[in-house]
């Protein structure tokens, strides 16, 4: 048994033993904490970090225990909470140049007692992400001072530590690292979104929230390459929650086929059904030789921008596709709650606009493409990573 296969087991294993609880959660709209402690206590949350394996090798690992978990559970959204602590968050603090900032707040959020909120998006929409309202003044060499909204932030409800995206004077971006304690912080109420429901969401505000300075940094390297290379990073490993859920709802569809039966033929010797379960089959195999061909560039250094945006664009779109091809190869049984067939579509949809929606991925696809073209790499082959 090869090491990815161990990882993906050991960690469908643990899904498993957590997955009747986090079907409660899900319906309750609440975070499977039980769940989060033992990602923990397995490493999970730093393994991205200069602590664990780094974000290339790290990535890897991180593939087979979103797949898993996320087929043992048939929850498409607790992942997102994951990505955004150990992926986005400290990914980036990881780059801080400060190593007294860096060591106290990765001390703080490893082990994952302590969750972080990424707080990127604002009002005024997801597509412009990159161009915050978010200010930060430097009111002296020793503090500054942070100022704005960020809307249907990840892990909001519950961050102890926020690592904000904002701009400082001189236009430029910059991360902000924010206590959530801090007098000026407030988080709004949890927001109810259809699907994800156990990766929590909310408004947080700023109003001139006073930080010491040098927890406003630019990453090592840049902000725009870190930020290249972690966002890279997520809409890679976004693909393997996709799969796990596919292949799950897969998996029972054809249980479903094999106990059913109509005009005394057993329904998965039926043609209607033979086609809708092959095309589900299929968008697997597709999906998960693309990702697979995509994280293995990634974790060699190469530049997969585009490969990634296109990954996560296709795996969302088929992702909510074979949630429906299940219900409806499943019929009315595959409409209840029971089933948890609709939580898996869902939580498919929640993707789409989780992490940047699809207009977001195509400006990416295309300023790719034309950047390659004007480089004669009209077929995309390699090149070094730009960070």
Known sequence: ???NRQIYDHFRAIGERHAAEVYRCWQAREFPQALWDELGREGVQSVATSRGQGLEAGALFLAQVMEGVTYATLDGGFMISV????VFGLGLIDRCPSETVRNRYLDRLCSGKEILAFAVTEPHGG???????????HCSSDWCTVTGRKWHITNAPFAAVILALAKDEEGRLVLAIVDRDLEGVSVGPTLAPAGARTSPVAEIVFEHVRIPADHVFRPVGGVNNALRKVLTAEKILGAYPAIGMMDRVTAESVAFARSRSGSGQALI??????????????AIETIRAFAQRTLERF???????LEAAALKLQAMRVGVETGINAI?????YGLQEGSRLPMAMLDGLSGTIGGGTEEAQRMIIITEMMRRRSRGQPRGEREPSAS
């Open 1 to 3: 048994m090869d090491e």
């Open 269 to 282: 010797r039926q043609q209607f059904m033979q086609y809708r379960l092959t095309e589900m089959q299929i």
């Open 328 to 332: 409806q190869a499943c019929g009315s």
């Open 299 to 305: 974790a060699r250094g190469e530049d997969v921008t």
């Open 83 to 86: 990505a955004v602590h150990g």
């Open 127 to 137: 597509t412009d992400a990159l161009n915050p309202s978010t200010r930060v003044v």
